[in-house]
């Protein structure tokens, strides 16, 4: 688990810093399953679902002023089209090593871990949540993924898991965690 000397104590105090809100995408974005349909040949089309309560959230997040990233270690055109719908400031895909894809975030915008929330699920997110100021594991996210949060979810990824990490935030940032009607996802 992060150290808590390194920060903000509560939880209260680790969203009230929060910034930034960084998503890792399959198991957080997604329910994390990965379908693929042959389209001819050696062709595949791969589909992703994204639930509509966390886009909706987003939007929400970007209107209170701030900022989000997409972190993924795979690379598909899917994530950066619900992105760019969502409006979603900083998308890196193919990132092998997510604990230096965050230290490059961190150096590009000039800003320290406390204004970090990072939302992720299995091994690889594991060094980036031990090294953000709120670091937040999806209910069905695996044990070291859990052991490395701050807070887990009730939701599991890919379910609105997304949205309650919006809500928790602006919450505790008290800024408005109420639906907005103009703001779907």
């Known amino acids: 688990m992060p150290d808590p000397a390194d920060g903000p104590r509560t939880l209260r105090q680790r969203c009230a810093a ?10 957080v974005l997604t329910e994390g399953e990965i379908a693929y349909a042959r389209t001819g040949g050696e062709r595949h089309a791969e589909f992703k679902s994204f639930h509509v309560r966390d886009g909706s959230a987003l939007k929400r997040w970007h209107a209170a002023g701030k900022h989000s990233a997409v972190v993924t270690g795979r690379t598909t055109p899917l994530v950066a089209a619900r992105a760019a719908e969502l409006g979603v400031h900083r998308v890196v895909q193919g990132a092998s090593d997510k604990a230096a894809t965050f230290e490059a975030l961190l150096r590009e915008y000039g800003l320290a871990a406390p204004a970090f929330c990072y939302v992720g699920d299995d091994v690889p997110d594991v060094p980036v949540l031990r090294q953000v100021g709120l670091a937040v594991a999806v209910a069905d996210a695996g044990p070291e993924a859990r052991a490395a949060a701050h807070y887990i979810t009730l939701a599991p990824g890919g379910r609105g898991a997304v949205a309650e990490v919006v809500s928790l935030l602006l919450g505790c940032q008290g800024l408005s965690s109420g639906q907005d009607d103009k703001m779907t996802g």
Do not use: K
Request: proline fraction near 0%; hydrophobic fraction near 60%.
């Open 18 to 27: 929060v910034e930034w809100l960084v998503l890792d995408v399959d198991g």
